[in-house]
């Protein structure tokens, strides 16, 4: 259902039990899916692509041009999963010629005021809380939680099952599993809690800390603490997971917390 004030662009695909509310605009080459709400005073700009089931809040704007001088005008898009909540003043700008495309996964929570820059990716089941930011080709993988005035320096990677304390400011990549806080950022342990909450037994939980253990409390460097994974701990899917992320890691992972 359009209302009369909102601005739908005739070429704009949207299904037929969309909700769009005054004073909205849709523009060209835009796909909105079943089911979705768009509220007053969006800005849902060309190349956006939104799942089914969405709700976006007043005053989002998805699908704006990078803020990026390399930038030329190539086409690119915004991709928007299912059943993710846009809350109010969110901006999702569309990507660039390094990926083509910014992406936010299913299942999402992006609260007020969050900026998610070109070509970052954001998986399914994430909570980006108030006023996170993040810069261009950031990755942020399933069911990472991000606390409020989070910041993140572009091409960084946040794991998976990532729990990172409000006003954190993240320079480097944050393995999967744990919870990191202070300044500079810092392992802080094991996100056991969110862990036990989808699912994972205290036997898995307690692979993952010892796992980390061996990374961060034993006096190895990564390249140490890896080979002696490998060699003494048996394969998972967690043990994989872990070392395949501190190997292909670009920026470096995080360093562990020593109290002066």
């Known amino acids: 259902m359009k209302q009369p004030l909102a601005y739908v662009h005739p070429e704009a695909q949207i299904a037929e039990n969309v909700v769009i509310e005054p004073f909205t605009t849709v523009d060209k080459d835009v796909v909105i899916g079943e089911g979705s709400h768009i509220g007053p005073n969006v800005t849902i ?89 993040l810069a261009g080709e950031v990755f942020v993988d399933d069911f990472a939680i991000l606390g409020g005035y989070t910041a993140v320096h572009q091409f960084c990677h946040i794991g998976k099952h990532v729990m990172l304390s409000g006003g954190s400011l993240v320079r480097k990549d944050v393995p999967p599993y744990i919870k990191a806080g202070r300044e500079p950022l810092s392992y802080v342990g094991v996100n056991s809690i969110g862990l036990r909450r989808r699912g994972y037994t205290n036997e898995k939980i307690r692979e993952v800390q010892e796992i980390y253990r061996l990374i961060y409390q034993k006096g190895y460097n990564n390249t140490q603490a890896l080979e002696v994974i490998e060699a003494e701990l048996p394969a998972s899917r967690e043990r994989d997971d872990i070392l395949l992320f501190v190997k292909d890691s670009k920026r470096g992972i995080i360093k562990g917390y020593f109290p002066d």
């Open 45 to 133: 700009l060309p190349g956006t692509r939104i799942g089914k089931n969405c709700k976006i809040s007043p005053g989002a704007v998805i699908g704006g041009e990078p803020q990026d001088l390399k930038f030329q005008g190539e086409y690119t898009t915004v991709e928007i999963g299912d059943n993710t909540t846009i809350r109010e003043y969110v901006t999702i700008n569309k990507g660039t010629a390094a990926k083509g495309k910014t992406v936010v996964g299913s299942n999402c929570l992006i609260m007020a005021y969050v900026h998610i820059a070109h070509d970052c990716v954001v998986g399914n089941n994430v909570i980006l809380v108030n006023y996170t930011g």
